[in-house]
């Protein structure tokens, strides 16, 4: 018997961090919530991180799911804005991982293929494929939708690793 697996994907960034919640059995998706935490621009560095962490933690703590996701960071020409993504990462990967869960990450490729069928690919075609993937999905923004598509590529990766797990045990 296959049980309800809930992934909580998480798309970092220091302004807005979005994340995406869908349970998966066996093959099937359902589109469970989305959203976007977000720090304030005004505040210090060590006072956003403390909001990003804060946020994320309430959505674990209401939504409870099994596993995370979180995607990867890509270096920008801009070393500054690099660090601070890495630390908003960082902040990513904590929260669930102090809630106990495993984090997988995935590049922004894999994400792309798993959920549009290529490794590169515009923003509209990844929300495009979201709703007909999950046509009661509902996401504000890029941030969500990322967020989503990671979840969903974590859920196919999973998905492969447990049949091939399956078969060695045969």
Request: glycine share 8%; aromatic share 4%.
């Amino acid at each position: 018997m296959t049980n309800t697996i809930r992934i909580i994907g998480i798309d970092p960034g220091l302004r807005r961090t979005g994340w995406g919640i869908v349970d998966t059995l066996g093959n099937s998706l359902r589109f469970v919530a989305s959203g976007t935490v977000t720090s304030d621009g005004d505040m210090d560095l060590a006072s956003r991180l403390c909001q990003l962490h804060d946020g994320l933690a309430e959505v674990i703590h209401t939504y409870k799911p099994d596993e995370a996701a979180v995607e990867q960071t890509f270096v920008n020409k801009d070393a500054v804005a690099t660090l601070k993504l890495g630390q908003a990462r960082g902040i990513a990967m904590l929260v669930p991982a102090r809630a106990g869960l495993k984090v997988a990450e995935y590049a922004p490729n894999a994400v792309k293929k798993a959920v549009i069928g290529v490794g590169h690919g515009e923003k509209q075609q990844i929300h495009m494929m979201l709703k007909v993937l999950m046509p009661k999905v509902v996401f504000k923004g890029n941030d969500a939708a990322d967020a989503l598509a990671i979840a969903i590529c974590h859920a196919h990766n999973r998905q492969a690793m447990t049949s091939r797990l399956a078969a060695l045990a045969v």
